[in-house]
């Protein structure tokens, strides 16, 4: 009920504001998309980037939530969009509606551009968010110099990188983590791409674009240079943070980036078990009605999880069987209810206290 929707939205706001006053407070942002099924554009629902690889009209969708995932704030956009101009409207929005401050927004590397992050900071928000590693071997200078390609499992390195060009320019603190599953994975993808090259290079499959393949008049060969480059930076994996060490060590700057995997399922909930895609509104009222329904039954869905500690997939399927039904015989009404069986009986008993 919609009541009940505000009255948990409202106690989780206050105790993330509480929290957020007293030692500033992480939230995690990201972004997704959700399709239609019409073939015809507007204003709203455009073709854009999907993450879903359609080609269908879509329109963008940024959430942000609290560290443990509960919807914060979500935000309709133009289906394309681009998603780095997403994030400073809806961290404002929401600092306004609630009147946060000293936020810490947490972003995928999708967001990572030098004039995004100094919107960010301009706004008075840190940041962490992930970086691509194509940098590290000059990060990383010092490091490479004096031990070579070897690190230990878990090793975490820091160094400053000055971002952006002109008066852009800033240095931003970034933090390193080798790992050596990433590693073993890492190795595994680059092997698989030297296989795809080299069955390019000798002429197996038609000629297209490979990460390892270096092709020179009609040269086809193995770009070594930058397979070397990729080897040397396997398992390593970087966050960029304007956060100074003193406020943030470089382990707890990568646990806060590890929990956007909170985003990430929270998105799945919405598509899979809530059903919220495609959607079949046109017209733009519609669809944040749509929207907001989805947003509100997250709320209430990350609640119950909370509440019970039971998947909402597996709440669904257990409360679906319940009904109750009111039966008119002459004039006399008679509600009938099914009886709730020892599982049901136990998580309502979870879910009311």
């Known amino acids: 009920r919609d009541r009940d929707y505000r009255d948990v939205l ?3 706001c206050m105790r993330f504001s509480a929290r957020t006053r007293d030692t500033g407070a992480l939230v995690l942002y990201d972004t997704t998309t959700l399709h239609f099924e019409n073939d015809e554009e507007d204003d709203l629902r455009r073709v854009g980037m999907s993450k879903e690889h359609r080609v269908d009209p879509q329109v963008q969708v940024g959430l942000l939530v609290d560290p443990a995932g509960f919807p914060l704030e979500v935000h309709l956009f133009e289906g394309n969009k681009a998603e780095t101009t997403t994030l400073v409207p809806v961290l404002t929005a929401f600092q306004q509606r609630h009147g946060i401050t000293d936020m810490v927004v947490v972003a995928d590397a999708g967001m990572l551009s030098a004039g995004n992050l100094n919107a960010l900071e301009d706004a008075g928000f840190s940041f962490i968010v992930g970086s691509r590693i194509t940098k590290a071997p000059y990060d990383l200078a010092d490091h490479f110099e004096r031990h070579g390609d070897y690190f230990t499992d878990g090793q975490i390195l820091e160094s400053a990188r000055v971002m952006g060009a002109g008066k852009a320019a800033r240095s931003r603190r970034v933090v390193y983590q080798y790992s050596f599953k990433r590693h073993k994975r890492d190795d595994r993808t680059i092997n698989l791409m030297i296989a795809k090259a080299e069955k390019i290079a000798a002429g197996q499959v038609p000629l297209r674009k490979a990460r390892f393949l270096k092709v020179t008049g009609a040269v086809k060969q193995l770009d070594q240079a930058t397979i070397d480059r990729a080897r040397q930076l396997a398992g390593l994996k970087g966050y960029v943070t304007n956060l100074p ?3 943030m060590t470089g382990q707890a700057v990568i646990t806060a980036y590890h929990d956007l995997w909170q985003v990430e399922a929270s998105f799945r909930m919405t598509k899979h078990d809530l059903k919220a895609r495609p959607v079949f509104h046109h017209q733009r009222d519609a669809i944040e009605a749509h929207l907001s329904v989805v947003f509100a039954a997250l709320a209430i869905s990350r609640h119950l999880q909370d509440q019970t500690g039971v998947t ?3 709440l669904v399927r257990t409360l679906r069987p319940l009904h109750t039904v009111t039966i008119d015989i002459a004039g006399h009404h008679f509600t009938a209810k099914t009886p709730p069986g020892p ?11």
């Not at 599982?343 to 206290?353: D, F, K, R, W």
């Open 10 to 12: 409202a106690r989780a």
């Open 312 to 314: 909402i997939k597996r």
């Open 343 to 353: 599982e049901v009986a136990e998580l309502l008993q979870q879910i009311t206290g």
């Open 245 to 247: 060490a003193a406020t």
